[in-house]
């Protein structure tokens, strides 16, 4: 059968569609087995148009998560340990929800009793994918419907099940499903996200996904936490930006284009939908912050965060240990919240060089004090300084004595100099960035927790809306910091004149 095939566009997305005649139903029930057969399934049978093109090195195609998404329940190699989760992290307006709703159509249509949830951020957003579901089965899908669209719930006659669940711990607690889309998670509740985790149970024919899809907006919110998680956990990460949904570029000039900064060329080679001028206008109209973590997709807004200056591809850079230089250290005390030491040198110009961390929880004073002095890398009588929390100088009414006094007992002379915690931060800075412009702080690559802190460190989501409000102590990103504004605390002080003896 011909069909004629009329262009026009999504009116949410944007996404190239098409109209088309009837289609063969043989056609629309013919499970596709390769990824160009589903490129094409996609394209003929729902009217979409995804992009497929990889603009960016290191990113991927929309079409790659889709593949990545329909092809999970392929029957794999014997013994081959496999994960059909994944994370997207993917632009505004780069069609992340319709896309996860055609993964949820292909889900339900052709894996019989897939049990599919969708969780989204807000019940509106949860509604918005389901709703681009709905309309999908009105593309000649009516028949595998067992009964009537519901508001938020529909059934197949082969027995899977789409359902939206509310964005609460009770809605999402006792639910075992074998698929569970989380769109827009940097919204989730921390507790809402936290029981999702152990929703998805695989079958006998279906293997269990959880596919977590969101752009970045906060360097320290729950997006960045998992797709830093998905590396070292063997999940794969879907990162597409504005370049990869862009539509092509063709006969503008490149060197009086607003975009040509950040586009370099590569709108020339796009394949996707997003129309120029719209990028245009909404790069103006936007903040470079914005654009950066919204279209763009290089790092979260840092406009909360405490330390925005800090920019790993300047601060960081492998290093060791100087012998000819001082050595010092600095730590952190806690408990359930990790105990923190860096190792720090400090060169002729002036350059503060942290080149080790060490970061432990739930140990006692004398498990750190041995792994302190293992890890340094000279004799303890060669370390010029280490200094501490003034804290700890405090009594403990269960141990009878002093953190610091545990340490001084087992070697370890740290000194100590109190100090207002903002007086700390904006040494901090002025080591990031002074203002000449020029920075004076290096990080060793072995270091990620600080880095992490450094980059994560923020002020109450409120926003600093009275003059010297301090950061968050969140029990996470604080204690790295703190260990470092120690330092440049009793540094900047010279010798601290803190000797109190026990």
């Not at 009837?22 to 399934?41: G, K, V």
């Not at 082969?158 to 939206?164: C, L």
Request: proline share 5%; with cysteine.
């Amino acid at each position: 059968m011909t069909r004629t095939i009329v262009s026009c566009r999504d009116a949410a997305t944007n996404l190239d569609v098409t109209e088309a005649g009837p289609l063969p139903e043989a056609r629309r029930e013919t499970r596709p087995t390769t990824r160009e057969d589903l490129h094409n399934y996609i394209k003929i049978c729902l009217g979409l148009k995804v992009p497929d093109k990889r603009v960016c090195p290191e990113h991927s195609s929309p079409m790659d998560y889709l593949w990545h998404s329909f092809s999970g329940d392929s029957p794999q190699s014997a013994g081959q340990v496999t994960t059909a989760d994944a994370v997207v992290w993917a632009n505004r307006g780069g069609g992340k929800t319709q896309t996860a709703a055609v993964a949820t159509l292909l889900d339900a249509f052709f894996k019989p009793n897939c049990q599919v949830r969708i969780l989204g951020g807000s019940g509106e957003q949860s509604l918005r994918m389901y709703q681009y579901l709905v309309a999908f089965t009105q593309q000649g899908y009516q028949e595998s419907l067992a009964e009537q669209l519901r508001k938020g719930k529909c059934r197949f006659t082969n027995g899977s099940t789409v359902e939206i669940l509310k964005q609460s711990a009770t809605s999402v607690r006792g639910t075992h499903v074998q698929k569970l889309r989380c769109d827009e998670v940097e919204l989730f509740r921390e507790e809402v996200f936290a029981a999702a985790k152990f929703t998805t149970q695989s079958t006998d024919k279906i293997v269990a996904a959880m596919e977590l899809i969101s752009t970045m907006h906060r360097p320290y919110g729950l997006m960045q936490k998992e797709v830093a998680a998905a590396t070292s956990a063997g999940v794969p990460v879907f990162k597409w930006c504005i370049w990869e949904t862009i539509e092509k570029c063709t006969g503008r000039n490149c060197s009086q284009c607003p975009l040509w900064g950040d586009c370099q060329g590569r709108a020339k080679a796009a394949a996707g939908y997003l129309k120029i001028d719209d990028c245009i206008t909404q790069m103006r109209r936007s903040s470079r912050p914005g654009w950066e973590s919204e279209m763009l997709c290089i790092r979260p807004s840092r406009d909360n965060v405490v330390f925005g200056e800090f920019d790993p591809a300047l601060h960081v850079r492998p290093m060791d240990h100087d012998p000819n230089l001082p050595l010092y250290r600095t730590l952190d005390f806690g408990f359930v919240n990790p105990f923190v030491c860096l190792w720090i040198q400090v060169d002729r110009e002036g350059t503060v060089r942290v080149i080790d961390e060490y970061l432990r929880s739930r140990s006692t004073i004398d498990v750190h004090a041995g792994e302190i002095k293992a890890r340094t890398p000279c004799r303890e009588e060669q370390v010029t300084a280490t200094f501490c929390d003034p804290a700890g100088a405090g009594h403990n009414d269960v141990t009878g004595t002093s953190t610091v006094r545990e340490l001084r007992s087992l070697g370890i002379a740290v000194k100590y100099r109190r100090s207002a915690v903002l007086e700390g931060i904006e040494l901090v800075r002025r080591a990031i960035r002074s203002g000449d412009g020029k920075s004076s702080l290096v990080i060793a690559p072995n270091c990620p927790r600080l880095i992490e802190a450094l980059q994560c460190y923020h002020y109450p989501d409120a926003g600093r809306t009275a003059v010297g409000e301090l950061p968050l102590k969140d029990g996470v990103y604080d204690h790295p910091i703190d260990a470092l504004r120690y330092f440049f605390i009793n540094h900047q002080h010279g010798t601290p004149t803190t000797t109190r003896r026990y």
